[in-house]
């Protein structure tokens, strides 16, 4: 198992993003993905989280069906933690690790099931 560096695993973040459903993608509107090694401190502190392996992405931003003048909604994946539990799960590969987590963090926003997030993740390319 290869560790991908911060560069590699932005491109893994974006080739999973563009190979979910076109209709998926189109509901995200002008989301923007931001890709780090693990969460800033602050972010951390304000979700009293003290490990930052244990957050592995997060959905900042107003509902998709906002005003167009909102502002871009953020999707943030972190990379040491996604890492460190595919490591852990040993089973999973990092491209189904990494399109999990990007969908269940746009998928939460938008009130999906988990059953309508695994259908999306099994429509994936």
Known sequence: MTEPDLESFDRLVRDAYAGLPAAFRALCGN??????????????DEMGIDDP??????????????????????????????????REDGEITLEDLVTHVLVHEIGHHFGLSDEDMHAIEEAAE
């Open 31 to 44: 989301v923007v993905i931001h890709v780090a090694d693990e969460a800033e401190r602050e972010i951390l």
């Open 53 to 86: 392996l244990d957050l592995s992405g997060l959905f900042e931003g107003v509902e998709f069906a906002a005003a167009e003048d909102a502002l871009p909604n953020h999707v943030h994946l972190y990379r040491r933690s996604i890492i460190a539990e595919w």
